[in-house]
């Protein structure tokens, strides 16, 4: 592994390996300060002989955004390409724009050749091998024994880097147990990794197969890395594994009907309006039909979209002993928070006699309101299929956007989860009501409105947009993507997903001022991608320069909060003009001719032509014993109720914080006066030591929050010494 000086040295790239066998994968760590956070960062592989067909997705360049604290990590996944007859150097790149001209990191590792892997003899006696290059938690994996003796009983034993029972499901091989060897020499020991709740980092599963049940005469060992995706909090610890009643089969090779089976969803959890695909394993020789219902706490068919599977149906295996079942959640808009759904698989119709369960939680991303209430789900005019494992051309599809709605400007990733076998070309299009391709960001790497997406390993596939910024639409708009075989008009799935307009929003704090006082506005610029300009001006009747003591025009550079806060100032001119009205207006050029939002009317109350305003304030006691509370009271005289007034503590009990705001703990604030322009403010003492038996506390009022101009007089009280 090798790290290069790069023009911007505030990033640091580390790779969690100096090699990985084609079939496995490592992990990229990209770090750098808070200051780049939710920055975006383009990646890109290279390298002697690297194609697309090296990496698992085909994809040499994307695109990632940084976490808060600058950092970003990556999972890159190496195919099993036996095009690649020798070992070579993948250099890992990242940079700060699309057009990778500004580099901030790179490393690299090399690629060990499957050709050039000793252990990957297919004739070598007593040969284990992971069925996945890498394992999730609640997913499982199976390890298969080659050329062994057959009719001979092995025993093996699991270990590694932060091992234990509990991170499996001991329905499944447990730590210890036995295997015995078929008539073709094989046998197949599968495993569930269980999510445990416990983070605990990288972890590293090895199982060891032995001649002996003292475990003492070694005949093969493999390993394969688990992926921790448990987050451990306060609320929700650690879990341990249920022990079965049962005893632990003795685990064998293909069956006509199987004698053991595994539940794996395609998620560990699943949203409304999004799949998740169960994977059934098993050692059954294919043919074999079992049965599933699906059952849970706040479950019901309304849940489901009803064209994919229902709440219950049957399965078939394909030869290599698996099947799926694909589920489609609906957007009910029936608000139920997390609900459990469990999936359970049967060898009869009636559902007495139980192989194998799994329960994964839905996040409830419905909002029921009194103007739409829960909705029911279609049922479908035909019978449900009876799903079945992968097959060429695929029977079955489901698209799933990666969240339930966007926003203009945000990417969508739009999964495809199927039973096709790997290397399905299809076709999709992107359609909707006033969605063109000039809302796509094809320069950043969107896809467009029509293309084809090909089925890789496992069934899946993925359709990327990237939607431009946009001030101008004002309304939301549902998009649909549909899916299509090649070359075909008929479509074997669809998904829509609405994207929310982000026109500008401006908030000021108040709609009333008086000359002499201050305001603000918050503004909010979502469709402005960041490191652009905004401009601005206040316009209005009787408005001039000199209505304000700051400039009445501007302009900002939007940066990553996509928002900015304005204040203004209305100056005390001495001239009676009557009421005056302005607003502030938001622009995207300096000719400031495409207005793209407007505030609402705010009023300056000229005090040329109204009475004098005063402002009061006294103590509730002239003396206050220390520990007890204390009020300052504030009365005004032509002020407008809901103005706001600043006030500020002086005198050694605020200097020592002695006296303080009870709700905030501080000896200066604002607050907003009641409907008479009245106040009222609660203070406590503390009930510490005090270096003299009493310390004043002065209490007074000014114009701005700059505490310099007093508009009161003051109001005093004494704390006491206990």
Do not use: C
Not at 50 to 79: C, M, N, P, R
Not at 388 to 417: C, H, K
Not at 567 to 589: H, P, Q, R, V, W
């Amino acid at each position: 592994m090798s790290n290069k000086k790069q023009p911007v040295n505030d990033f640091q790239l580390t790779l969690n390996k100096d090699s990985v066998k084609q079939g496995g994968s490592f992990k990229s760590f990209l770090e750098s300060s808070s200051s780049y956070a939710d920055d975006e960062v383009f990646w890109s592989l290279s390298g002697n002989d690297i194609s697309q067909e090296d990496v698992v997705g085909g994809k040499l360049q994307g695109k990632a955004t940084l976490k808060k604290d600058g950092s970003y990590k990556h999972v890159f996944e190496v195919a099993n390409n036996n095009e690649l007859n020798q070992n070579t150097e993948l250099s890992v790149s990242y940079y700060l724009d699309p057009i990778f001209a500004t580099p901030v990191a790179s490393s690299s590792i090399e690629i060990i050749s499957t050709h050039s892997d000793p252990n990957n003899d297919p004739s070598k006696p007593w040969l284990l091998r992971p069925t996945r290059t890498q394992v999730k938690e609640n997913v499982s994996v199976e390890f298969l024994i080659q050329n062994g003796e057959p009719g001979k009983t092995v025993f093996y034993k699991l270990s590694g880097r932060r091992i234990d029972q509990d991170d499996f499901n001991l329905s499944y091989a447990r730590m210890y147990g036995q295997a015995k060897i078929d008539p073709s020499g094989s046998a197949n020991i599968p495993m569930m990794v269980r999510a445990d709740h416990k983070t605990e980092g990288e972890e590293e599963v090895t199982l060891t197969i032995y001649k002996d049940n003292s475990y003492k005469k070694k005949l093969s060992s493999a390993k394969i890395p688990i992926l921790d995706t448990s987050i451990q909090t306060q609320e929700q610890g650690p879990t341990k594994t249920k022990k079965p009643s049962g005893k632990q089969p003795v685990w064998s090779g293909k069956e006509k009907n199987g004698s053991w089976f595994t539940l794996s969803p395609s998620r560990v959890d699943i949203r409304e309006n999004t799949s998740t695909r169960t994977r059934i394993d098993s050692n059954s020789k294919g043919g074999t039909v079992l049965y599933y219902n699906v059952s849970g706490k706040g479950i019901d068919q309304n849940d489901f979209d009803l064209t994919y599977a229902r709440t219950s149906g049957e399965v078939i295996f394909n030869s290599n002993g698996a099947a799926f079942i694909p589920h489609l959640l609906r957007n009910d808009n029936k608000t139920e928070g997390i609900e459990q759904l469990t999936i359970s698989l049967y060898r009869d119709k009636k559902f007495k006699n139980k192989v194998a369960s799994t329960t994964l939680p839905v996040l409830d991303t419905s909002v029921q309101t009194s103007e739409q209430g829960p909705t029911k789900s279609s049922a479908p005019n035909t019978k449900q299929q009876q799903w079945s494992g992968g097959v060429l051309g695929g029977s079955w599809y489901t698209l799933s956007p990666s969240r339930s709605a966007f926003q203009r400007g945000e990417t969508v990733s739009t999964r495809v989860d199927s039973n096709s076998l790997p290397g399905e070309i299809l076709d999709w299009e992107l359609t909707g009501s006033d969605i063109s391709s000039n809302d796509l960001d094809q320069s950043a790497g969107s896809d467009g409105m029509k293309g084809t997406t090909e089925i890789s390993k496992n069934g899946f596939s993925s359709i990327q947009h990237i939607f431009k910024s946009d001030n101008n639409t004002s309304t939301n708009t549902e998009a649909t993507i549909n899916l299509f075989r090649k070359n075909s008009k008929t479509i074997v799935a669809t998904t829509s997903f609405p994207l929310i307009a982000t026109p500008p929003e401006i908030e000021p704090n108040k709609i009333t001022i008086h000359e002499g006082k201050s305001m603000k506005f918050k503004v909010f610029v979502r469709g402005v991608p960041s490191g652009e300009k905004v401009y601005w001006d206040a316009t209005g009747v009787n408005i001039t320069d000199s209505d304000f003591l700051g400039p009445r025009s501007g302009v900002v550079v939007q940066d990553s909060s996509q928002k900015f806060q304005l204040n203004f100032e209305a100056s005390k001119d001495l001239l009676t003009e009557g009421t005056e009205f302005f607003k502030l207006n938001i622009y995207t050029e300096p000719g400031r001719t495409n207005l793209i939002g407007s505030s609402d009317v705010i009023t300056i109350v000229d005090s040329s032509t109204t009475p004098e305003q005063t402002y009061e304030v006294e103590s509730n006691a002239e003396t206050v014993q220390q520990g007890k509370g204390f009020k300052m009271k504030v009365k005004t005289k032509n002020i407008d109720p809901g103005d706001i007034i600043h006030w500020k503590g002086t005198g050694p009990a605020a200097d020592a914080n002695i006296a303080y705001f009870e709700d905030t703990g501080l000896t200066s604030g604002s607050m907003a006066l009641n409907n008479e322009g009245k106040a009222t403010l609660q203070f406590r003492t503390t009930k510490q030591s005090m270096i003299n038996s009493s310390a004043a506390f002065n209490f007074a009022l000014y114009e701005t929050s700059n505490y310099i101009t007093p508009i009161s007089g003051t109001a005093s009280i004494t704390v006491l010494a206990n």
